[in-house]
């Protein structure tokens, strides 16, 4: 049987399934496994399930000689060399659909929570703080921004920025969208207008971003970008760290460009900076887009769909290279 070797400890409904066809393997620990680990224990692996947080590149591959298919257990792949994968005939997957409505939702939790100082109205009670004041209320105390009726700019319009959309439907909001293409059909359900990048954060309330991360999109939200944000305007992101330069967003979130961030993706993960920390107008997540449990079992499923597809010669359903099967056929 061919061996899978599993990065991380993924619900068991994914394993199970895989061990029906596979010899697996599950690296079971706690702490994410070390490069020079990865490196060893791949030498004699058919099948690999990838987290976004090991990058699989040509040394990896080289390491590999009997790799076949990567599976990554995300819906964002810039954590590998898809273009070497190709190359050598490797099949990757990905796990998109399955995590895009727990996404959407914490895009929205993020956007309420920092419009709404959902954080520090929490730490006001739990610390005693609003005891200690000895005062019930008062009328200027924790004013937060409308939500109901406000204008929502998406950047990047593909499953998720959709999936968002929708929830802002629902919260009365105009929508905004920029993409790399238009979507006509979309633009009518969701009633969404397109709009050039600037134009959007010119005009936006809520900037959410929903892009993949590329060269393109790398460092997209920089500081001549957030300059053109309403100072009432909060922004939030849940794609990836690098899409905006943390540099100038602190800058921005300090001298009122804009009013707030919301933030579940960091330009390193583990995160850590106490100049951001400090500010009392962000909330911070760390990186639980995907982290439910639904997602997360539907991602684990789909992970051994693929690689189960890919075994008996068939084209495993989220084949993100498709260029791969020219060189190589499935199985
Ligand atoms: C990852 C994500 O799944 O899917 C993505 O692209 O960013 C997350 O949902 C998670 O970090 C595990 O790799």
Redesign the pocket.
């Known amino acids: 049987r061919p061996k899978v070797f599993i990065t991380r400890e993924i619900p068991e409904n994914g394993i199970k399934l895989l061990e029906k066809e596979f010899e697996v393997e599950v690296w079971e620990e706690e702490r994410e496994i070390s490069r020079k680990v990865l490196l060893e224990r791949v030498k004699d692996v058919d099948a690999l399930v990838t ?3 090991e990058k699989i590149d040509r040394e990896v591959f080289e390491n590999a000689p009997r790799l076949r298919i990567v599976a ?5 792949y810039d954590n590998i060399d898809v273009e070497e994968a190709t190359k050598r005939g490797i099949y990757v997957t ?2 998109p659909d399955v ?1 895009t409505d727990a ?1 959407a939702d914490l895009a929205f939790a993020l956007l309420l929570a920092t419009a709404r100082h959902l954080v520090k109205g929490d730490k006001f009670v739990r610390t005693g703080e609003w005891k200690r004041k000895g005062i019930a209320w008062h009328p200027k105390w924790f004013l937060g921004y409308d939500v109901y009726g406000k204008t929502i700019g998406i950047v990047g319009f593909g499953r998720i920025g959709q999936a968002v959309a929708r929830r802002a439907k629902g919260f009365g909001m105009r929508i905004l969208y920029y993409s790399r293409t238009r979507k006509p059909e979309v633009e009518k359900e969701l009633n969404a207008e397109f709009k050039p990048l600037e134009e959007l954060l010119r005009e936006s309330d809520f900037v959410v971003l929903a892009v993949p991360l590329t060269k393109e999109t790398m460092y997209m939200i920089n500081e001549e970008r957030l300059k053109l944000m309403k100072p009432t305007a909060i922004l939030v992101n849940v794609a ?1 760290g690098k899409v905006v330069d943390t540099r100038a967003l602190i800058k921005a979130l300090k001298e009122g460009w804009i009013a707030g961030a919301g933030l579940d ?1 960091y330009e390193e993960e583990p995160y850590y900076n106490e100049e951001l920390f400090s500010l009392e107008n962000v909330v911070l997540t760390p ?1 639980i ?3 439910t449990f639904g997602a997360r079992e539907g ?1 684990a499923e789909l992970v051994a769909r693929n690689l189960i597809a890919f075994k008996r010669g068939e084209v495993p359903p989220t084949l993100v290279n498709r260029e791969v099967i020219k060189i190589r056929k499935p199985g």
Do not use: D, I, K
């Open positions: 987290m976004l947080s990554n257990y995300a819906v964002g990905n796990t995590l996404t990836r993706v990186h887009g995907s982290a991602m």
